[in-house]
């Protein structure tokens, strides 16, 4: 069964190091870049466990509404590139909403609490080897079709051609041309 607070536990894990972050926005890229969200639903997924990163492998798990399962044969398109996909049913426990009494339950040293409720969902595990994901490289970024060089941007605040003194030069060798 999967609990809120371990989905919560995976969001603070994510957001606690760039690196993780950088690593499952890569694994995102090549789910598009493979054209998986072409697939009916695998765009509704949500992180539910990961990334666990090893020493070849990327994995990630996300979360479905039983209603919304993802197409199967998009796990085809990711296995086609050498993936591995994993379904599996599961329910989701969530608070039920409180609108009377009735919804709270006591527990053993006297506290009230929300009475839990099970959702179905389907979890859809993705072993991605760890050379797509690797070749990520935060150095670099693609505006629009164009590479900037993330190095190149920072010389050129350093050297100050972000003033208005540098576009004053500017309009000077424009004009003199």
């Given at each position: 069964?999967?609990?809120i607070?371990?989905?919560k ?11 993780k ?5 890569e ?23 990961g990334?666990?990163?090893?020493r ?14 993802p197409?199967?044969d ?8 050498g ?5 599996q049913e ?9 609108n ?6 006591t527990?053993?040293?006297g ?9 179905p969902?389907?979890l859809?595990?993705?072993?991605m080897?760890r050379?797509?994901v690797?070749?990520?490289?935060s ?7 164009v590479?900037?060089?993330?190095s ?7 050297e ?18």
């Open positions: 069964m999967v609990q607070n371990d989905i536990d995976t969001i603070d894990s994510i957001y606690d190091g760039n690196t972050l950088d690593m499952l926005l694994f995102e890229s090549i789910l598009d870049n493979l054209h998986l969200y072409a697939h009916k639903n695998w765009i509704n997924g949500e992180v539910a466990d990334p666990h990163i090893s070849y492998w990327v994995e990630a798990t996300l979360m479905y509404p039983k209603k919304m399962m197409d199967p998009g796990a085809l398109r990711l296995t086609k590139h993936c591995y996909v994993y379904f599961e329910d989701f426990i969530v608070n039920v909403d409180i009377s009494p009735d919804d709270l339950e527990s053993d040293r506290e009230r609490k929300p009475k839990k409720a099970k959702k969902v389907w859809v595990k993705i072993v080897p050379h797509f690797d070749e990520f490289n150095s670099k970024i693609e505006v629009n079709g590479e900037i060089d993330l190149d941007v920072d010389d050129a605040y350093q100050g051609l972000d003033g208005e003194e540098a576009l004053q030069q500017d309009n000077i060798n424009d004009a003199s041309e």
